[in-house]
């Protein structure tokens, strides 16, 4: 069975760095497309960052220039490091993978996983940036 698990939020101050790792077992980036999404409470879900499996990589307007998604395909782990944090960027991230990248619409991120695109998505890590 296919699981994905995050990992590596915390509590940072602004400027500082984390890094988010996405562990995938029974499965293989090669077949999946993979997104980075974060949510704040009350707030829509936003994709952060994208890697196609032609390894196209797209990032957010938020994070493009502080956000770094790449993969250890060895390790099958997608990772997303992230620099230069602000408050703004206090969320639960969420991995998710499916046979396309789908950009939320408005909503909570649950209403992603229900597109017929997404296969699988974790249970998210709570990342916090306090100024």
């Known amino acids: 069975e296919v699981q994905l698990v995050e990992s590596g939020g915390g509590s940072v101050q602004a400027g500082g760095s984390l890094k988010l790792s996405c562990v995938a077992s029974?499965?293989?980036?090669?077949?999946?497309?993979m997104g980075w999404y974060r949510q704040v409470p009350g707030k829509e879900c936003e994709l952060v960052s994208s890697m196609r499996r032609d390894g196209t990589k797209t990032y957010s307007d938020s994070s493009q220039g502080r956000f770094t998604i790449s993969p250890d395909n060895d390790k099958k782990v997608v990772y997303l490091q992230m620099n230069n944090l602000e408050p703004g960027d206090t969320a639960v991230y969420y991995c998710a993978a499916g046979t396309g990248v789908v950009i939320p619409t408005g909503g909570n991120c649950h209403r992603v996983w229900g597109h017929r695109y997404i296969r699988y998505w974790g249970q998210g890590t709570a990342v916090n940036v306090s100024s």
């Open positions: 029974e499965m293989t980036f090669d077949d999946y497309d």
